[in-house]
């Protein structure tokens, strides 16, 4: 009996011993027992959210002001129409009389076209709200049967026609009775801008054409 009992003294002991070495020690030092595997590397905790330390925000590329001198377009192959895809641009509208307000509007030339036959222009950009096309300088081999036309497009969306322009053998006579008309009225405002554009031209018995893409004298150097 007093073998036995000694034998549970040791027993007692040793487990006396082992719940200090892992468990007492331990939490009285600040470190958490170990319990995993001998050699197994120990968990790591991941926080489910990372603040993010926020950065300044980019420099913005200025945009180059305009010097006031048209500028060319020229035309591009039958074929091509470089037409940019994946690519969004603001398109804004201006009232009418919202550029200079009251009175006459001074218009100087920002782009030209020039040709004699029909063809496809490149893209041009109009960075303005404001513009107008004016086709009044047209030179015809005969006044009773020529023909000009000028679709006016999206470069964004080239199934929309922004405006077509046409003038007939009934135009061109009055205008050859009456010159001034095509200062009056060969032209066309547009009151949309800050968008890109490409023009198909058509033409029939014309010898030359020179198209001027026009803004308000107050947009130079802006």
């Known amino acids: 009996m007093t073998k036995k009992q000694d034998f549970i003294y040791v027993v007692l002991g040793i487990a006396v011993v ?19 595997g001998s050699g197994e590397p120990e968990p790591t905790i991941t926080p489910a959210w990372t603040p993010t330390i926020p950065t300044a925000a980019p420099t913005p590329t200025p945009v180059p002001t305009w010097d ?57 950009r109009v960075p303005f709200p ?21 679709q006016v497009m999206d470069a964004e969306d080239p199934n929309r026609f922004v405006r077509v322009v ?32 490409y023009f198909v031209i058509n033409t029939r018995r014309i010898d030359s054409y020179h198209l001027k893409i026009q803004v308000p004298e107050t947009y130079v150097g802006t």
């Not at 082992?18 to 995993?36: H, N, S």
Request: with cysteine; aromatic share 12%.
């Open 166 to 197: 046409t003038l007939n053998f009934a135009d061109f006579l009055g205008a050859k009775d009456n010159p001034d008309l095509k200062k009056q009225r060969w032209v066309s405002t547009f009151y949309e801008g800050y968008h890109d554009y």
């Open 68 to 124: 006031g001198k048209p500028r060319p377009v020229k035309f591009v192959d039958p074929g091509t129409h470089q037409i940019p895809t994946g690519e969004t641009r603001l398109n804004m509208t201006t009232p009418p009389g919202a550029v200079t307000g009251p009175g006459t509007t001074r218009w100087v030339t920002y782009a030209t076209i020039d040709g004699q036959w029909s063809g496809t222009t490149g893209i041009v």
């Open 130 to 150: 404001m513009w107008r096309l004016d086709y009044s300088d047209i030179a015809t081999s005969n006044d009773e049967i020529p023909f000009f036309n000028c």
């Open 18 to 36: 082992l719940v200090m070495a892992l468990i007492i020690k331990p939490a009285a030092t600040g470190e958490l027992p170990g319990l995993w």
